[in-house]
């Protein structure tokens, strides 16, 4: 089949023995190969090693192509009415524009003041959860580098165990806050998949009642032919 072997860029090993030893096993189990075909349609691609986490292996990363960022929309978090200082901050934002000729355009400006407040807010209140996540995955790569040179002191053996045990609580917070934010899209969906339900099954009663009255109105004329032929 013409395969190739696509070169990993960042590890060198891909599997260890254990996360509690400073001088574990280390070993390249995972590979990836390609066909010619398939590079010639994917010349931009990058393998990378992630990082291993609670597992004894690390992920292999396939980047087909640059991602295009978009602009950042404001999201409201639920917790946020939870924690002290909300309601101030809303407060502040709102009282400070003043009201303009155009009731709509005062509503809208202050709208746009109290989402950047409330992101500066929570930034300043929670922390950009997002970095302290890949901060922690950035530690825990340059340890894993560090592993395949040289023993790892166990003081940097037990920030690695414990940063792994807090990227993992960060990425389901994560998770969490974007299954929140993905609601408002599945109820759209929802309702689209509810009007295209209640279309095909009012066309089909539609198409049921028109058959049944075709039946009917068959049926009172083979009546009606009998009472004349009697």
Request: glycine share 4%; hydrophobic share 35%.
């Amino acid at each position: 089949m013409e395969l190739s072997e696509i070169p990993l860029h960042g590890h060198k090993f891909t599997w260890t023995s254990s996360f509690t030893s400073a001088s574990p096993t280390l070993v390249r189990l995972d590979r990836m190969f390609c066909s010619l075909d398939w590079e010639e349609q994917f010349p931009g691609y990058l393998l990378q090693g992630g990082d291993s986490m609670d597992s004894d292996h690390c992920p292999l990363i396939l980047g087909m192509q640059d991602v295009i960022g978009s602009k950042k929309r404001f999201h409201f978090e639920a917790f946020w009415p939870s924690l002290d200082g909300f309601m101030d901050a809303v407060r502040e934002s709102w009282d400070s524009v003043q009201p303009s000729q155009c009731p709509l355009q005062t509503v809208a400006l202050k709208l746009k003041a109290t989402a950047r407040s409330l992101q500066s807010w929570s930034q300043k209140k929670c922390g950009h959860i997002k970095s302290q996540w890949l901060l922690a995955k950035e530690i825990i790569r340059q340890f894993e580098k560090a592993q395949e040179c040289r023993p790892l002191q166990p003081s940097e053996v037990w920030l690695r165990n414990k940063l792994k045990k807090h990227s993992l609580a960060l990425a389901s917070l994560l998770r969490t806050i974007a299954r929140l934010r993905s609601r408002i899209g599945w109820l759209k969906e929802g309702d689209a998949n509810t009007r295209l339900f209640h279309q095909h099954a009012r066309y089909r009663k539609k198409k049921t009642s028109s058959q049944n009255c075709k039946l009917v109105i068959s049926s009172l004329h083979g009546m009606k032919r009998r009472q004349l032929q009697s």
